[in-house]
């Protein structure tokens, strides 16, 4: 596989320095005094602009909430730490990490200002917490967004959706809005060298992106689903099956099963958009 020589990486580091720094000055200087929506519009612009330093080419499908819509959450399948920009190049979100992120030096900063939402998972109760934090924030009208699956893949198959951090889209009577997400090399194969598992570090995963000639990356938006009524269980498997079905993915007998039980029970699951 054809890889980027020294002089390419070495431009795309220098390229992606500049724009970090960019995105420290917008978050300490800029942010504390605009607007929401030019906030949203600037976070929105950086995340494209940071794509394509990487070389990456979006295709989006389906409709996405613009950035109009209010007391939203988006559900997207896991692979990289790419999913988080790719998600915002459409719709800016504030995002839930793990709380060790938080230590990162400057990427942590930066996630603090956009408003993450930081979860410690070795605390018990802290599901809690977060999902309180979250709930306040889409009773305010705002977009969040999870991962369900809790880790990574390589993006041939789809883990357990878990339906704890669903529990503030049930209390907000919230739209769910499910997105799969997929990195394919030119031939439409999938390219392993986004994926973000196992003991890979940040800075192995970000030299395997920028060794990439170019990435392509698919975002596909499903029917938003209407809160209201649903148990995050339910939510949970609803939108497990919309994410499979869009990539193409089978899923265990088990999950298979209640997801189109649930669908048959439920035959007004999607909301108009």
Not at 44 to 64: D, Y
Not at 238 to 257: C, F, P, V
Request: charged share 20%; glycine share 6%.
């Amino acid at each position: 596989m054809k890889t980027n020589g020294y002089f390419t990486r070495t431009y795309r580091i220098i390229r992606l320095a500049v724009h970090v720094l960019y995105a420290v000055a917008m978050a300490g200087l800029i942010f504390p005094w605009i607007a929401e929506k030019i906030r949203l519009r600037l976070e929105r612009r950086w995340s494209a602009g940071l794509m394509r330093i990487m070389n990456i080419r979006i295709h989006v499908q389906g409709t996405p909430p613009d950035l109009t819509a209010r007391n939203i959450m988006l559900i997207a399948n896991h692979v990289s730490w790419l999913d988080i920009y790719l998600l915002c190049t459409v719709r800016p979100a504030r995002f839930v990490s793990k709380s060790d992120v938080r230590a990162w030096p400057v990427v942590g900063w930066l996630a603090y200002k956009v408003g993450t939402f930081f979860i410690d998972r070795a605390r018990r109760h802290d599901t809690a917490r977060v999902n309180h934090e979250m709930s306040a924030a889409l009773n305010h009208g705002g977009c969040v967004a999870v991962f369900p699956e809790g880790t990574t893949s390589h993006g041939d198959k789809l883990l357990p959706f878990h339906a704890s951090l669903l529990q503030p889209a049930v209390q907000s009577e919230s739209k769910i809005w499910p997105a799969a997400i997929r990195y394919l090399h030119a031939d439409g194969s999938l390219n392993l060298a986004a994926t973000y598992v196992g003991e890979v570090s940040f800075g192995e995963s970000l030299a395997q992106i920028l060794g990439q000639p170019e990435m392509y990356a698919e975002l596909v938006f499903m029917a938003p689903i209407n809160a209201h009524g649903k148990t995050r269980r339910e939510l949970a498997r609803l939108a497990e099956q919309a994410i499979a079905d869009a990539l193409n993915l089978t899923l265990s007998a088990r999950e298979k099963e209640d997801a189109t039980q649930l669908l048959a029970i439920e035959p007004q699951e999607l909301a108009p958009i």
